[in-house]
Structures are given as structure tokens and as C-alpha cells.
């Protein structure tokens, strides 16, 4: 994979050859072309879609073929850049076009395998690798996906649930720490993961019993209520049965709450609550 043309997609979208960053083919459309093609990567994208995402509002009468150019100038890049050996073409599909590439080559995919990978390790009570495995697939991020894009005014909505992929394994990652007993080191990281995403009950579970094993019971009993409080005034709506039955434990000093998972299975369970 060292000489293989890569695309990343975890940040400002770059095509990477064997010398390093490529010069992207002519603009925003092919920049967002590509970029929409590897979030779709080997399955087919419709024309419509490439249309909406590129122009959420109006767009040019000529937008078809505006892609259709921008594809061209796609494809002379990977053929003139892709390793001999390597798999990867940009093919005409109808209703659209498939990128077809393998997975290694694209950093969306290789963060999807390193996190399932990690799951499988989580489950199997190994939380030190997939702690590490965890971290690793993180640091691959170098911004919001396709951050670029998203202020030049692209739009689609594999966007959302890209970074929902991200919070999730974030999630994990906290999961793994809590299984090998690091709830101090891993607060600040905590806070900061709750004040991108302050209604995520996950994280806020998390941060009850990092701070809880803390010996901070009052700012975990806090942290609800500051949840709590959140999704009354926003939704009218109360914090869910996992969330509400760890409340319940750190009133009555439940010792589960101080038994660590890296002496077992993670009880992913109540984990998965949101």
C-alpha cells in the first residue's frame, strides 16, 4: 500500500500518491465530485445525488456535464498516479458513477475496520489493545470529514452519519478506558467529547462513572442534572432508563459502579443507551 494512490476523506479532502500530497485536478466540483465518491466508495452514486450535494440550491443548467468534466479530469489523475498493481477505477454506472477502490485506500475505511476490529476486542474483555486500536483509528481524523467542502457549501447526508461514526467510536474508546481503570486520565477527554455533543446520554453515562470513581460524586449527580435540565427545556422529553438507573447507583453508593470491566466482559448493554 506504501506507492498506492490514496484518498482521504477524515478532514480536508487529499489525494496522497507515492511522493506525497497530490495537486487536486481543477477545482471545488472535482474536489466534491471525489470526495462524494469516496464516502460512497465501490457502491454506485446517482448523478442526482453528486447534483444535490455540489449544489444544495439551484444549481447551473450545465451541472451534468460539469461533472461529467470533472470525472474526466478525475480519472486522468488516478491513471496517471495509481500504483500499477493497484485497484481502483472511476467507472460509469447507471444511474451514476462507482469509485472502485480498495479499502485500504480510502482513511474512512481503514477507521471503519480498525473500530470493528476494536469492538471484537472490546467484547472479548482485551482493553488494552482495543484501547490502543480505539486511539489509533481517532488520530486518524484531521478535522470534521471533508471539512474543506462543507465551507465551500457542500452537502450530503452521508455527512452526518460519518460523524456519528466518529462520536461512536469515541464512545468506545471511553468504554476502553474505563475498562482498564484510567476514569482520571480520561475526564478532560470526556469533557471536551461532551461539549461537542452535550445531549449524547453515552458520554454523559461515561463521565458519571469516571467522575463518580473519582471520588466526585456530587459533579457526577451534577453532570446529569445539567443533562437533564437540557433535554427538558430543548424536547420536553426526560433522560433515558440507563442513564436514569446509574443516577440511582450513584445515589446509593452502588459498588458495581466501582467494579472495573477489565476484569471481565464491558457490559456493553447498558453502554449502547442513548
Not at 89 to 117: C, E, H, K, W
Not at 220 to 235: N, P, Q, S
Request: include cysteine; aromatic fraction near 4%; charge should be neutral.
Amino acid at each position: 500500500m506504501q506507492n498506492d494512490l490514496t484518498i482521504s476523506v477524515l478532514g480536508a479532502i487529499a489525494l496522497n500518491g507515492r511522493n506525497g500530497e497530490l495537486e487536486f485536478p481543477g477545482g471545488r466540483i472535482e474536489k466534491a465530485v471525489l470526495g462524494h465518491l469516496a464516502l460512497n466508495a465501490n457502491r454506485v452514486l446517482p448523478v442526482s445525488a453528486i447534483q444535490e450535494a455540489v449544489w444544495p440550491g439551484d444549481r447551473p443548467e450545465t451541472s451534468r456535464k460539469m461533472i461529467q468534466n470533472a470525472v474526466s479530469r478525475i480519472r486522468r489523475v488516478i491513471a496517471g498516479n495509481a500504483a500499477p498493481t493497484q485497484n481502483i477505477q472511476l467507472v460509469t454506472r447507471a444511474p451514476g458513477y462507482l469509485l472502485r477502490i480498495d479499502n485500504g485506500a480510502v482513511d474512512l475505511n481503514v477507521f471503519r475496520s480498525m473500530v470493528n476490529s476494536a469492538r471484537e476486542l472490546l467484547e472479548d474483555g482485551d482493553a488494552v489493545v482495543a484501547r490502543d486500536r480505539l486511539r489509533r483509528a481517532l488520530d486518524l481524523w484531521r478535522g470534521e470529514a471533508l471539512a474543506d467542502l462543507v465551507e465551500a457549501g457542500f452537502a450530503c447526508p452521508e455527512l452526518a452519519a460519518v460523524e456519528d461514526e466518529r462520536l461512536t467510536a469515541m464512545e468506545d474508546y471511553f468504554d476502553a478506558e474505563l475498562a482498564c481503570d484510567r476514569f482520571r486520565e480520561m475526564t478532560p477527554g470526556l469533557e471536551r467529547a461532551i461539549a461537542q455533543a452535550p445531549l449524547r446520554e453515552r458520554l454523559r453515562r461515561q463521565h458519571m462513572i469516571a467522575l463518580y470513581r473519582s471520588g466526585r460524586q456530587a459533579e457526577a449527580l451534577a453532570t446529569f442534572r445539567e443533562l437533564r435540565e437540557a433535554l427538558v427545556t430543548a424536547y420536553g422529553i426526560e433522560p433515558g432508563p440507563s442513564l436514569q438507573a446509574h443516577h440511582r447507583m450513584i445515589l446509593r453508593h452502588d459498588p458495581a459502579l466501582l467494579r472495573s470491566a477489565a476484569r471481565g466482559r464491558v457490559e456493553r448493554g447498558s453502554a449502547n443507551a442513548s
